[in-house]
């Protein structure tokens, strides 16, 4: 049914590759990023160590501080509602 519209590019200059998050026109998520300041060195996978920023995260939200924000819309949902939503990550290498 083809793509969303862009919603977030960060680009990494090393190796060069840019994760692009899509999510529909109007749909009221908001994405949330983080460089993951906690990372202290603990191990990983085959023996690798996650140091300080070493990874990302990027979470979508649907407005999660509305109940105390008025201006905010509303994130509730009535019972028998259904809440869907849809985030496509493209991670793809820059030209050059």
Known sequence: TGHAPLALKLVDP?????????????????????????????????GARYPRFAGFAVETQRFPDSPNRPHFPSARLAPGQTYRHRMEFDFTPLDG
């Open 14 to 46: 090393q190796p060069r590759r840019a994760p692009h998050a899509n999510g529909p026109p109007r749909s009221r998520a908001v994405a949330a990023f983080t460089l993951a300041p906690h990372f202290d060195g603990t191990p990983g996978k085959a």
